[in-house]
């Protein structure tokens, strides 16, 4: 009796060292890999756009976004467009932005231990030609559909992809303009995805003067992330994770 009690001892001894030993190596594993974020931010949108000729326009535009769980997001975006014919339109954006995330910034701190880059105070320079179709719906008293198309070349990690922004423009009573759209990216060399981005954008700009709109705006979006080149070749292994955010804010437009 006694050498089968010494017998039990032993083998439950090892099961829980097996069981410490399972639960200690899912929490090393567990701190490998990015979790899915809920998060939500506000942001000031400050738009101004400059008219020269019938058909060329310049335009500025500064982004501040407050972030609650990435890293907060500031920009500026110069642009010039051109009147290719009465419904569409070319043009040029370059773009400075602050606080933007990628793959690679999941980074390695030590054994097990990976953390997202802080990018706030980190610059990124874009270069982004467009072109854009717009046309007035005669079936519908002060509605147009708009489609956008970018090709943005961000030349601080010459990642490149394609954005598209599509929608409806409502022209609604007591100077209200009111604006429907979904966006859209599709990377063309640094994800395994073929979306990493899509949401929903809806704005609501009462025109407080003739050059003057100024209203609320609410976003709700869906981001992806992938494992960078170094991780899969440190762990021999891959992951995605998601953010979906919920954005308010005010955006201000001028027209000169």
Same mark, same amino acid.
């Given at each position: 009796?006694?050498?089968?009690?010494?017998?039990?001892?032993?083998?439950?001894?090892?099961?829980?060292?097996?069981?410490?030993?399972?639960?200690?190596?899912?929490?090393?594993?567990?701190?490998?890999?990015?979790?899915?974020?809920?998060?939500?931010?506000?942001?000031?949108?400050?738009?101004?756009?400059?008219?020269?000729?019938?058909?060329?326009?310049?335009?500025?535009?500064?982004?501040?976004?407050?972030?609650?769980?990435?890293?907060?997001?500031?920009?500026?975006?110069?642009?010039?467009?051109?009147?290719?014919?009465?419904?569409?339109?070319?043009?040029?954006?370059?773009?400075?932005?602050?606080?933007?995330?990628?793959?690679? *910034?999941?980074?390695?701190?030590?054994?097990?231990?990976?953390?997202?880059?802080?990018?706030?105070?980190? *610059?990124?320079?874009?270069?982004?030609?467009?072109?854009?179709?717009?046309?007035?719906?005669?079936?519908?008293?002060?509605?147009?559909?708009?489609?956008?198309?970018?090709?943005?070349?961000?030349?601080?990690?010459?990642?490149? *992809? %394609?954005?598209?922004?599509?929608?409806? %423009?409502?022209?609604?009573?007591?100077?209200?303009?009111?604006?429907?759209?979904?966006?859209?990216?599709?990377?063309?060399?640094?994800?395994?995805?073929?979306?990493?981005?899509?949401?929903?954008?809806?704005?609501?700009?009462?025109?407080?003067?003739?050059?003057?709109?100024?209203?609320?705006?609410?976003?709700?979006?869906?981001?992806?992330?992938?494992?960078?080149?170094?991780?899969?070749?440190?762990?021999?292994?891959?992951?995605?994770?998601?953010?979906?955010?919920?954005?308010?804010?005010?955006?201000?437009?001028?027209?000169?």
């Amino acid at each position: 009796m006694r050498t089968i009690k010494i017998r039990f001892k032993e083998i439950m001894t090892k099961e829980l060292l097996l069981i410490f030993i399972t639960l200690s190596s899912f929490g090393a594993n567990a701190a490998l890999f990015p979790k899915d974020q809920n998060s939500t931010n506000s942001s000031l949108s400050l738009n101004a756009f400059i008219k020269h000729t019938e058909d060329w326009t310049t335009s500025l535009q500064i982004r501040l976004q407050d972030n609650e769980d990435l890293s907060d997001q500031k920009s500026i975006q110069l642009g010039v467009r051109y009147n290719l014919a009465p419904q569409w339109k070319t043009g040029l954006f370059i773009r400075k932005d602050y606080g933007l995330r990628h793959n690679e *910034d999941w980074v390695w701190k030590s054994r097990g231990n990976y953390s997202w880059l802080d990018t706030k105070k980190r *610059d990124e320079d874009s270069i982004i030609p467009f072109i854009q179709y717009k046309v007035r719906l005669s079936s519908f008293k002060g509605m147009a559909y708009k489609l956008r198309i970018h090709y943005r070349h961000n030349t601080f990690n010459q990642q490149e *992809d %394609i954005f598209f922004r599509t929608g409806f %423009i409502n022209i609604l009573p007591a100077n209200f303009i009111m604006i429907n759209q979904i966006n859209m990216t599709m990377p063309t060399n640094y994800s395994q995805r073929f979306i990493t981005y899509y949401g929903y954008y809806f704005s609501l700009a009462w025109s407080m003067k003739p050059n003057i709109t100024i209203g609320p705006e609410f976003s709700f979006n869906h981001q992806f992330w992938n494992e960078s080149v170094a991780f899969r070749m440190r762990e021999n292994d891959v992951f995605e994770v998601k953010n979906q955010n919920l954005r308010s804010g005010i955006v201000l437009n001028s027209y000169f």
